[in-house]
Each structure stands twice: as structure tokens, then as C-alpha cells.
């Protein structure tokens, strides 16, 4: 076995141990049932139960941090960290935003999964919307008209909407991940550019959609949610054709 060959085991063999440090911190925040915000053992309890040395605990733990599962504040301990889908955000951001340098498949993935998504979630939204929800999305319309016919670009009411069209599952979870890929979505889109994008036609197609929730159509309100992702899919190809 040649030196590199060895130095690349060593290293592979130490991530390894690494995760596998990170997994049992896991299994213990789990087994003693702490919830978010709640304290960490200290740690030297954690190296001591865990039976591994402080540098190597300091690694697993930083990493941790880094993943939103623990909080470290310095002078006060450590603690579970609330929910936080920034790391996530992140790097979906970052692997879509690589792929547009090559190919763009992660990025038109990325913009897959948001479609698969909404469109096939819209109609248990539909199902569970009340008269004063359904209200919120048209208002979100509106600003949009308002702010299209005046050239004013409308990402926070855009977001605003989709937050509205799905807040009626009353699922946080599914709330977090759409804001998660509706951020990811928005920096695909600033990095492949807007193209020849008609504000008076985005804020229409938004208009069609709340129609179609309005008037009760599954099927057709799914359908227009599909083609609302056409031209971010459209700006991709292009931008990976030049």
C-alpha cells in the first residue's frame, strides 16, 4: 500500500469516527429526552460518558453546531438548538448554485422538488382552507398586481403567497422545508438571472392559481402550479446552453 493510499485511509477512518461521535451525542441528547433549549451535559460529562478525549469532542460538537442540532453559547454551555433549516438552506443553496456551473441537474432537482411539492399538496390545502385564509392568498395577489403595474419586482408578497396557499395543512415542518426551497429557489433564479420575465405575467399566472383554489379545481390548480416553475426550468437550460 503506497504512503498516499495509507494517508487517505487514516483520514477516512478518522471522518468515521467522527460521525460516529456525532451519532452517539445524538443518541444521548435523545435518551435522556432533552427537548430545544434545553442544557447539555458539560464537556468533560460528555467525554467521560461518551469515553473519548475533549479536542475530539470539541470536533464532533462544532460540527453539530454547524448542523443546527446543538447551540453553543460561550460563558453559558450548551444547549439543544431550537429549529433552525439554516445549514440546510445553505447547502442546497450552494450544491444547486455548483451544478449551474456544469449541467444544472441539482439545480433543476432542486427546483423538482419544490414543485412536486406544492402542486401535490395544494389540494389537502384546499381541503382544509377557510373563507378568511382563502382571503390572506388574494391579498397576496393583489400586492402583487400592485406592485407589477407600478415595475416593482415582488419577491416578499411571491413568497407571502405560497406561505398563505399552504398555512391552512398547519404543518410546520412543511412550512420550514417550502421556505427552505423557496430560498433556494429565489438564489438559482438571481444567479441564472431573470431573463425576459414579465412581472404583469408572474403576478397573472398567481392570479390563475388562486382562481382555481378559489373555484375548488384540484386538479386545475395543481396544473398551474407546474407551470409556474416553467420558466426558472426555461432560465436554467438556457443559462447551461451558453
Avoid at 430545544?36 to 462544532?62: M, Q, W, Y
Avoid at 429565489?186 to 404583469?200: C, F, K, N, P, S
Amino acid at each position: 500500500m503506497t504512503t498516499s493510499s495509507v494517508a487517505s485511509q487514516a483520514r477516512f477512518s478518522a471522518q468515521a469516527r467522527l460521525r460516529a461521535l456525532q451519532s452517539d451525542i445524538m443518541d444521548l441528547i435523545l435518551e435522556r429526552e432533552l427537548e430545544a433549549g434545553d442544557a447539555l451535559p458539560t464537556e468533560n460529562e460528555l467525554a467521560l460518558a461518551l469515553g473519548v478525549g475533549r479536542n475530539t469532542l470539541r470536533e464532533s460538537l462544532k460540527v453539530l453546531q454547524a448542523l443546527g442540532v446543538i447551540e453553543i453559547r460561550h460563558g453559558f454551555g450548551m444547549f439543544v438548538a431550537p429549529s433552525n433549516f439554516d445549514a440546510l438552506t445553505d447547502g442546497l443553496t450552494f450544491r444547486g448554485r455548483l451544478s449551474l456551473r456544469h449541467k444544472g441537474g441539482e439545480a433543476l432537482q432542486l427546483v423538482d422538488v419544490r414543485q412536486a411539492l406544492e402542486s401535490g399538496l395544494v389540494g389537502s390545502a384546499m381541503d382544509a382552507m377557510t373563507s378568511s385564509q382563502l382571503a390572506a392568498v388574494e391579498d397576496s395577489v393583489a400586492t402583487m398586481e400592485q406592485l407589477a403595474a407600478a415595475g416593482d419586482a415582488f419577491v416578499e408578497a411571491d413568497a407571502e403567497f405560497h406561505r398563505r396557499l399552504f398555512e391552512p395543512l398547519n404543518n410546520e415542518l412543511l412550512v420550514n422545508l417550502l421556505g427552505v426551497f423557496w430560498k433556494v429557489y429565489r438564489q438559482i433564479h438571481l444567479e441564472v438571472g431573470t431573463g425576459a420575465e414579465d412581472l404583469m405575467e408572474t403576478a397573472a399566472i398567481h392570479r390563475r392559481i388562486f382562481e382555481s383554489v378559489a373555484d375548488g379545481d384540484k386538479v386545475q390548480a395543481a396544473e398551474r402550479l407546474n407551470r409556474h416553475f416553467d420558466g426558472i426550468r426555461q432560465r436554467i437550460s438556457e443559462a447551461m446552453e451558453q
